[in-house]
């Protein structure tokens, strides 16, 4: 074998113990998570590195105290999935409503400051949302929208609008103008435009900002702990979670069941979307 040969043969293992390495290093602590959730305590204690649940061994009563009610003795984990998806779904929606033509104007219409707009949007995340914490926690303490739901759906809102709009304004600058032009000879206006050209042509762009929106919602920890902390009963999954990490007496079998239900809604987004994610990131990357 010559030299290309061989470094050809060598970078194709390289690559494969490469992906190999990573899928370890991402899909193991997924798997001994779930296999610690579905082992019965007993059997978690006597070995707890086991890698291998026997079908003897497998159990979903800790599921079910997951799940159950708390006035039934359980953790009332339906009650935050609930809640959480309330909070997801609502965030998520508004959110397009607003960034939709938000981003439009940007990457259409011409206005005094329009170069700077970029800056401001990306700007809200040099500082770290601690610092914006404390005013947000006193304005709507004084507003009387604290411990709501919707009070959480305002500051998500706040958190995933300038992003949404940064990226949506990248694929809508994509868009050929000449196809706008060509609906506007046609007789339609500008919303007419929108909705029937530059909807349909920025989908796949949509649906990426909507499903970073979203795992933006469900995962959120410190403002729905800042907001909700006194109204048990409207908790999202992540202050559930928190519950279930910080009780002594709650066994380590029920904290893995807990955090497979706070995970797996995300992962079964993501795969699903996969393929509108990967388009939707990418679009807006290059022009011309």
Same mark, same amino acid.
């Given at each position: 074998?010559?030299?290309?040969?061989? *470094? +050809?043969v060598?970078?194709?293992? %390289?690559?494969?113990?490469?992906?190999?390495?990573f899928?370890?290093?991402?899909?193991?602590p #997924?798997?001994?998570?779930?296999?610690?959730?579905v082992?019965?305590?007993? $059997?978690?204690?006597?070995?707890?590195?086991?890698?291998?649940?026997?079908?003897?061994?497998?159990?979903v009563?800790?599921?079910a105290?997951?799940?159950?009610a708390?006035d039934?003795?359980?953790?009332g984990f339906?009650?935050?999935i609930?809640?959480?998806?309330?909070?997801?779904?609502?965030?998520?929606? /508004?959110?397009?409503? !607003?960034?939709? @033509?938000?981003?439009?104007a940007?990457?259409?219409l011409?206005?005094?400051?329009r170069r700077? !707009?970029?800056?401001? =949007?990306l700007?809200?995340? %040099? =500082?770290?949302?601690?610092?914006i914490?404390? @005013?947000?926690?006193?304005? #709507?303490?004084?507003?009387? /929208?604290r411990?709501?739901?919707?009070?959480?759906?305002?500051?998500?809102?706040?958190? +995933?609008?300038? !992003?949404s709009?940064?990226?949506?304004?990248?694929?809508?600058e994509?868009?050929?103008?000449?196809?706008?032009?060509?609906?506007?000879?046609?007789?339609?206006? $500008? %919303?007419?435009?929108? $909705?029937?050209?530059?909807?349909p042509?920025?989908? @796949?762009?949509?649906?990426?900002?909507?499903?970073?929106?979203?795992?933006?919602?469900?995962?959120e920890?410190?403002?729905?702990?800042?907001?909700?902390?006194?109204?048990?009963?409207?908790?999202?999954?992540s202050?559930?979670?928190?519950? %279930?990490?910080?009780?002594?007496? !709650?066994?380590?079998?029920?904290l893995?069941?807990?955090?497979?239900?706070?995970?797996? @809604?995300?992962?079964?987004?993501?795969?699903?979307? *996969?393929?509108? /994610?990967?388009e939707?990131?990418t679009?807006?990357?290059?022009?011309?």
């Amino acid at each position: 074998m010559d030299r290309d040969a061989v *470094e +050809t043969v060598s970078l194709r293992w %390289l690559r494969r113990l490469v992906i190999a390495a990573f899928l370890v290093v991402t899909v193991f602590p #997924f798997y001994y998570m779930l296999m610690l959730s579905v082992r019965p305590i007993e $059997r978690l204690l006597l070995d707890p590195g086991s890698l291998v649940v026997g079908f003897g061994e497998l159990t979903v009563a800790t599921y079910a105290e997951v799940l159950k009610a708390a006035d039934d003795g359980g953790q009332g984990f339906l009650t935050f999935i609930r809640n959480s998806g309330l909070v997801a779904v609502a965030a998520t929606l /508004l959110t397009l409503v !607003v960034a939709i @033509p938000g981003a439009y104007a940007v990457a259409r219409l011409r206005f005094f400051g329009r170069r700077q !707009v970029d800056f401001l =949007f990306l700007a809200v995340y %040099l =500082f770290p949302s601690i610092v914006i914490a404390i @005013p947000l926690f006193v304005v #709507f303490t004084r507003a009387g /929208l604290r411990g709501s739901l919707f009070g959480l759906v305002l500051v998500y809102i706040s958190q +995933t609008l300038p !992003v949404s709009v940064y990226m949506l304004k990248n694929y809508f600058e994509t868009i050929p103008v000449s196809l706008e032009e060509s609906a506007a000879i046609d007789g339609a206006g $500008r %919303l007419g435009i929108i $909705r029937r050209v530059s909807l349909p042509l920025a989908m @796949p762009s949509i649906m990426a900002v909507a499903l970073y929106d979203f795992m933006i919602a469900w995962n959120e920890f410190l403002f729905a702990l800042l907001f909700l902390v006194d109204k048990p009963d409207r908790w999202t999954v992540s202050l559930g979670l928190s519950l %279930l990490a910080d009780g002594v007496e !709650v066994p380590k079998t029920v904290l893995m069941a807990g955090s497979v239900v706070l995970t797996l @809604p995300i992962v079964i987004l993501f795969f699903a979307s *996969e393929r509108l /994610l990967t388009e939707g990131l990418t679009s807006g990357a290059e022009k011309g």
